[in-house]
């Protein structure tokens, strides 16, 4: 089954305390991306990838990390976790890049204390 | 200022009726345009794509596309209990690798 996978699916740690949230996908695509989606803002592009060893920033990338050392795998790395990193996070995956449709895994809650 | 504006809800309509979900983005140099649904709890999933000034219909949704007014709007026909969700539109340039999504429209259909 074609897919996007995503783990942990729900997390609470606390301030300072690194972490990292995988992401996996089956489809041989090529980009990659991570969103956080809070109340009334909506979807927002954190980090993307054009190809393996390829990233860059979205629209609201600091405070994260990611890297893309395999096609199939696209971590997102939160070194430093602070309260306001506390969001719905989702991993999607696409053929092409953004104007192509986007596959997105099921979602990590993630809870900063 | 947002570079996807949606109508903010929520929509609330009775089953049966159209829903009318509109959306006004920034970039004239957009050229693909996808409207996602998003259950309460659940991922965003493709419902419809439009590249094309005019109409296209997919089974009870129609998206409409005006590049001219910067516009993308969604009719929902026949509204069902399970249309009840967010829709989220994406306008995109195609050969970008940003994406940008606006905030949604949450749509409630009352049995």
């Known amino acids: 089954e074609a897919q996007v996978t995503q783990n942990p699916r729900y997390l609470i740690t606390v301030t300072g305390k690194k972490l990292t949230v995988t992401c996996s996908q089956n489809?041989?695509?090529?980009?990659m991306s991570w969103y956080r989606q809070d109340p009334g803002l909506g979807l927002r592009q954190i980090y993307y990838s054009m190809n393996v060893e390829v990233t860059d920033k979205g629209d609201v990338p600091e405070g994260y990390k990611v890297s893309r050392k395999e096609k199939r795998n696209f971590p997102l790395i939160l070194e430093s976790p602070s309260p306001n990193q506390t969001s719905l996070y989702f991993c999607?995956?696409?053929?092409?890049?953004?104007?192509?449709?986007?596959?997105f895994g099921p979602g990590t809650r993630l809870t900063v204390l | 200022q947002k570079e996807v504006e949606q109508n903010s809800g929520p929509l609330s309509v009775p089953e049966g009726a159209i829903a009318s979900l509109n959306c006004t983005y920034s970039?004239?140099?957009?050229?693909?345009f996808f409207w996602y649904r998003q259950y309460s709890g659940k991922s965003p999933e493709l419902i419809m794509s439009i590249y094309s000034n005019g109409d296209k219909e997919d089974g009870r949704f129609t998206a409409q596309l005006n590049k001219a007014s910067q516009y993308v709007s969604l009719l929902i026909r026949d509204s069902q209990p399970s249309d009840s969700a967010t829709y989220l539109c994406?306008?995109?340039?195609?050969?970008?690798?940003?994406?940008?999504f606006g905030a949604g429209t949450t749509v409630t259909v009352r049995a």
């Open positions: 994406a306008p995109s340039r195609s050969n970008d690798y940003k994406l940008s």
């Open positions: 999607a995956s696409s053929l092409f890049p953004a104007g192509d449709t986007q596959y």
């Open positions: 489809m041989n695509h090529e980009y």
């Open positions: 970039d004239r140099g957009s050229q693909s």
